[in-house]
């Protein structure tokens, strides 16, 4: 019956959603323009006979008796109530929007419910949402893995420093351990020179 609905707070296209008995009654009583939420011609795709034209606050309600009024509007808040798939959202009460009155509806607006009409939990729009709840999850687990990664990398270029340290130092103690090593044998060869020398003086004096 209604093909497309727009939101207030910006609209946008929805998918097309049958609406039961008891909202295509209201909507027969109230006109389309009195839809809350609703913001669509009221001829749009419609047949002539379910027109019916906008008409004041004052001209509805001369409409309707008070037992009628009360009990139109106490069973649109019973279907609202009782429908799981409406998105609630509890106005507050001011006292300059609804002023004290004796009028039936005036005084059901104080209580009144802000039903909004585009109920995105079909099972596409489901799809979509654990399509992006996975696709999310699985980028948390790649970013995770790649910290982990991180990680190891940074641990194993510690380990090179610290092996490259322990090769360096091995390094300069092998440095250390030729210059010894000179040394020694510079002494053994000062040794051999001073033995050649005493044999030399032994042999002059035979």
Not at 124 to 136: L, Q, R, S, W
Not at 191 to 199: E, L, P, V
């Amino acid at each position: 019956m209604i093909k497309a609905a727009r939101l207030k707070t910006g609209g946008g296209i929805v998918e097309e959603k049958a609406l039961t008995p008891l909202e295509e009654r209201i909507l027969l009583l109230i006109g389309l323009d009195a839809a809350d939420g609703l913001n669509i011609d009221e001829s749009e795709d419609l047949p002539d006979e379910y027109i019916i034209p906008s008409m004041e606050a004052h001209e509805f309600q001369s409409l309707m008796s008070a037992e009628q009024q009360e009990l139109f509007f106490q069973t649109l808040h019973a279907s609202v109530e009782n429908d799981p798939s409406s998105q609630h959202e509890t106005l507050p009460e001011t006292p300059q929007a609804t002023p004290q009155s004796n009028d039936v509806r005036a005084q059901s607006l104080k209580c009144r419910r802000r039903v909004k009409p585009i109920v995105l939990k079909s099972e596409h729009t489901k799809k979509i949402v654990d399509g992006h709840a996975e696709m999310a999850s699985a980028l948390k687990r790649c970013a995770e893995t790649l910290e982990r990664r991180t990680d190891l990398i940074e641990q194993a270029l510690e380990i090179k420093k610290h092996k490259l340290a322990l090769q360096e130092r091995a390094v300069h103690l092998e440095e250390q351990k030729l210059n010894l090593q000179e040394k020694s044998l510079l002494i053994e060869k000062q040794k051999a020179d001073a033995f050649s020398a005493i044999t030399e003086i032994l042999k002059n004096k035979m």
